[in-house]
């Protein structure tokens, strides 16, 4: 009777320890590292904690005798890369509240598989990615314009915007090299608020995909990768 009383009592100890313990680290990660911890978590591996701050995980012990930084944490029973799948997991969004009223949109065959990308009109890998594009079917690709690289990009990146036809425009210039010379003197509050949005959500580089169940992808992948997670989407 006793231990069914003391058992409650005990395990509201042990989360508080561990709630004090992670607010510690909190507190004592944000000031080696200068910025924001978004959360701190039992890896579940050697007494470490997960560390996820500033769009990085790092790994700590409980007395932060030590601090992995750039470390792939690997199962060593299953070879999984738990890293990677909690870096899914944390930068993941919900798609539907992605502003896409701010993005060129296109669609091609029944448009049924749904993406975006956020993309700097100098970036060369973007202009792979647009040429890739070219050779998807059935696909809504929703393109936010994200100027990051020059005071260039974010001249191109208005001038596109005011297109009557930003998909053309956007393609003649990503694939075609040809490049926009419109106005720039439009409506372009979007592609303020696309730099804004992309630094609420972290993004440091160009091309940077969301699929419609809400997985990042930085950087450009092959063309096999994207056919692949769509069609595991349903």
Request: hydrophobic fraction near 30%; avoid cysteine; charge should be neutral.
């Given at each position: 009777m006793l231990k069914k009383l003391l058992l409650p009592v005990l395990l509201s100890v042990l989360c508080l320890n561990a709630a004090a313990d992670e607010a510690e680290i909190r507190k004592s990660m944000e000031a080696k590292l200068g910025a924001k911890v978004e959360s701190v978590t039992k890896s579940g591996y050697m007494g470490l904690y997960e560390v996820y701050a500033d769009g990085n995980i790092f790994y700590t012990d409980e007395k932060m005798t030590a601090i992995v930084v750039s470390g792939q944490l690997i199962d060593a029973k299953t070879m999984k890369n738990v890293t990677d799948e909690r870096m899914k997991k944390l930068t993941a969004i919900k798609f539907g509240e992605l502003p896409?009223?701010?993005?060129?949109?296109?669609?091609?065959?029944?448009g049924k598989r749904v993406l975006a990308?956020?993309?700097?009109?100098n970036c060369g890998y973007c202009k792979r990615l647009a040429k890739d594009f070219l050779r998807l079917e059935n696909v809504t690709i929703y393109t936010f314009l994200l100027p990051i690289l020059s005071e260039d990009s974010v001249r191109k990146s208005k001038q596109i915007w005011c297109s009557a036809d930003r998909a053309k425009a956007w393609n003649d210039w990503m694939v075609d090299g040809k490049a926009p010379?419109?106005?720039e003197d439009c409506d372009t509050a979007a592609v303020t608020k696309n730099q804004e949005f992309g630094r609420k959500l972290n993004i440091t580089g160009t091309p940077t995909i969301f699929f419609a169940d809400g997985e990042r992808v930085p950087g450009a992948v092959p063309l096999a990768r994207?056919?692949?997670?769509?069609s595991q989407i349903k």
């Open positions: 896409l009223d701010r993005a060129i949109k296109q669609v091609r065959g029944d990308t956020f993309e700097d009109p010379s419109g106005r994207i056919e692949q997670k769509l």
